[in-house]
């Protein structure tokens, strides 16, 4: 049998980690066998990467974290997220590729098909049954996170313009696989969101 893969995209702020736990909780109460993870973190060897890319105090060249990215993506993938689909369960991400084609494809401006092809590499090709995609002007998302008085790690701190980029890069994305992606407006209530995103889950479970 084999799993599914669902993934949660989004700038800072849009609520994904709340949406993929949500959803994780309603697949459990359903009785599936479910697997949350993240990028980057997912595994021991990418929670070190983790700590480099999001709070090294110094400067990290842009294809260099791209690259970072994409070694934290080859471990995690590998060790982690093929053996659970393997073994038929479900697999729910916060960020996967598409983040890489948006945060350093297009907010680093190296390039969208360079880091796709990049991640797809180290992935060995990996692409999410289910894409969601939470969209959320920068400007509120600053503001959510602002809110929260958290600590910024290295993207959360870059500029408007940075964040910008990446909301356009990701409504791309979607555009182009519009099949993988289900896009929902990440300022709507949190329960409103959380049902648009059961429905379409549904649907793909064959519910």
Same mark, same amino acid.
Do not use: C
């Given at each position: 049998?084999?799993?599914? %893969?669902?993934? %949660?995209?989004?700038?800072?702020?849009?609520? =994904? $980690?709340?949406?993929? !736990? &949500?959803?994780?909780?309603?697949?459990?109460?359903?009785?599936? $066998?479910?697997?949350?993870?993240?990028?980057?973190?997912?595994?021991?060897?990418?929670?070190?990467? !983790?700590?480099?890319?999001?709070?090294?105090?110094?400067?990290?060249?842009?294809?260099?974290?791209?690259?970072?990215?994409?070694?934290?993506?080859?471990?995690?993938?590998?060790? =982690? *997220?093929?053996?659970?689909?393997?073994?038929?369960?479900?697999?729910?991400?916060?960020?996967?590729?598409? $983040?890489?084609? /948006?945060?350093?494809?297009?907010?680093? *401006?190296?390039?969208?098909?360079?880091? !796709?092809?990049? $991640?797809?590499?180290?992935?060995?090709?990996?692409?999410?049954?289910?894409?969601?995609?939470?969209?959320?002007?920068?400007?509120?998302?600053?503001?959510?996170?602002?809110?929260?008085? =958290?600590? %910024?790690?290295?993207?959360?701190?870059? =500029?408007?313009? %940075?964040?910008?980029? *990446?909301?356009?890069?990701?409504?791309?994305?979607?555009?182009?696989?519009?099949?993988?992606? &289900?896009?929902?407006?990440?300022? /709507?209530? *949190?329960?409103?969101?959380?049902?648009?995103?059961?429905?379409?889950?549904?649907?793909?479970?064959? /519910?």
């Amino acid at each position: 049998m084999t799993g599914l %893969f669902i993934t %949660f995209e989004g700038g800072d702020g849009s609520g =994904k $980690s709340t949406q993929a !736990r &949500l959803l994780t909780d309603w697949l459990q109460e359903q009785g599936h $066998s479910v697997l949350r993870s993240r990028e980057p973190g997912g595994t021991e060897v990418g929670i070190e990467i !983790r700590e480099i890319v999001l709070h090294h105090r110094g400067d990290i060249a842009p294809r260099a974290e791209a690259l970072l990215y994409a070694a934290d993506r080859a471990h995690h993938i590998a060790t =982690k *997220v093929r053996p659970a689909l393997a073994r038929g369960e479900i697999v729910i991400q916060d960020r996967y590729l598409d $983040s890489s084609v /948006a945060y350093q494809g297009a907010g680093r *401006v190296l390039g969208a098909t360079e880091v !796709r092809d990049l $991640s797809l590499w180290a992935a060995e090709g990996l692409l999410p049954d289910l894409t969601i995609l939470l969209d959320l002007d920068e400007t509120v998302a600053r503001g959510r996170l602002d809110a929260a008085n =958290k600590r %910024f790690d290295r993207l959360e701190a870059e =500029k408007n313009e %940075f964040h910008a980029r *990446v909301r356009a890069a990701f409504l791309e994305l979607a555009e182009a696989e519009q099949t993988r992606f &289900l896009v929902t407006d990440a300022a /709507a209530p *949190v329960e409103t969101i959380a049902a648009i995103v059961r429905a379409r889950v549904a649907a793909l479970l064959g /519910a």
